[in-house]
């Protein structure tokens, strides 16, 4: 951070900047650093280890598509597990669908959850207080490995594989999630910007592939994960969830009565559809089991 802009240090060689308005927190957490600023463009910022996690202006693109792709691909979810999301974004979303009873939430750092319900309250807005939320704080990788509870979906929203989320990129994690679907039910996770994380990309397709029988990408352009879409690994044991079609996406929707701002059925299923260079990329590396 220098001279009132922050750039953002996630790839390497090429950065976005953001002119600061005042900085709101700045603190070492047992796991990240991790920073809170007002900006002049795009309202308040969430930096974990100088990657930007969710700006207020854009945050809805991410969190409307990770929350509503898994939940809208089957009929009435009604238990969600989501892992990380301690901005508390993707709760907000969760709990928008009438037929969610509980929305648990492992995230493993306190901090998080704590300065983002204080300086980032529209992200979560008041989803913390909701009655079916079950906040847990502890690692995902764990949870996902002892818990003996099952989930109709499985929302990891978690950091790049940094620190402590990299083993929520590795394929023991994938097992342990499947056990916790129980055959049925969606996970969805961030794949990265293919553009410039396309190891991140690949390699979580091949071994969601290792792991489920039907696994697919959906794209969404999130206009500060810089590099063009970021990716959403969808993986399912029941065919039926990720090829549910149209006419169900509409049904569902509609019978849901969610208010979106950039979801709807039509992107829903757009976002399915990938440039070449994204098919070919997941088609050179198929599942090693
Ligand atoms: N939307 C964001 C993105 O893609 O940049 C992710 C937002 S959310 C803030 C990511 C959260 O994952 C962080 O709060 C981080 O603490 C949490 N996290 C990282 N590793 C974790 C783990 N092993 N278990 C649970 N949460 C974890």
Redo the contacts with the bound molecule.
């Keep these: 951070m220098t001279d009132g802009w922050f750039t953002e240090t996630l790839h390497r060689g090429y950065g976005q900047s953001f002119e600061i308005v005042e900085t709101l927190v700045r603190e070492r957490t047992p796991?990240?650093d991790l920073t809170i600023f007002q900006t002049r463009a795009l309202g308040r910022v969430?930096v974990?280890d100088g990657?930007?996690?969710?700006t207020e202006a854009d945050e809805f693109y991410?969190h409307e598509m990770i929350a509503h792709l898994p939940l809208f691909s089957q009929e009435r979810a009604r238990r969600v597990l989501i892992?990380?999301?301690?901005?508390g974004g993707t709760l907000r979303e969760v709990l928008k669908h009438p037929s969610v009873e509980q929305a648990t939430i492992?995230?493993?750092?306190a901090r998080?959850v704590e300065l983002s319900r204080e300086h980032l309250p529209k992200l979560s807005n008041g989803a913390f207080e909701d009655p079916r939320t079950h906040l847990i704080i502890?690692?995902?990788?764990k949870f996902a490995e002892e818990s003996a509870d099952t989930f109709d979906a499985i929302i990891v929203?978690?950091?790049?594989p940094i620190?402590?989320?990299i083993?929520?990129f590795e394929e023991p994690f994938y097992r342990s999630c499947a056990k916790r679907l129980d055959g049925r039910g969606v996970l969805i996770r961030?794949a990265g910007v293919p553009f410039f994380q396309a190891g991140e990309y690949r390699d979580t397709h091949r071994m969601l592939s290792n792991v489920f029988r039907d696994c697919t990408v959906a794209l969404v352009p999130v206009p500060t994960?810089c590099g063009g879409h970021m990716a959403l690994a969808l993986a399912s044991d029941d065919p039926e969830n990720l090829n549910c079609g149209r006419a169900s996406l509409d049904r569902r929707f509609s019978h849901a009565g969610i208010e979106t701002r950039y979801y709807t059925p039509e992107i829903h299923d757009a976002a399915l559809a990938l440039p070449a260079f994204m098919k070919k990329a997941l088609q050179s590396s198929p599942p090693t089991s």
């Design positions: 796991y990240q969430l974990l990657a930007v996690q969710t991410y892992i990380g999301g301690g901005d492992v995230e493993i750092d998080v502890g690692d995902g990788t929203d978690s950091t790049d620190g402590p989320s083993p929520l961030q994960y």
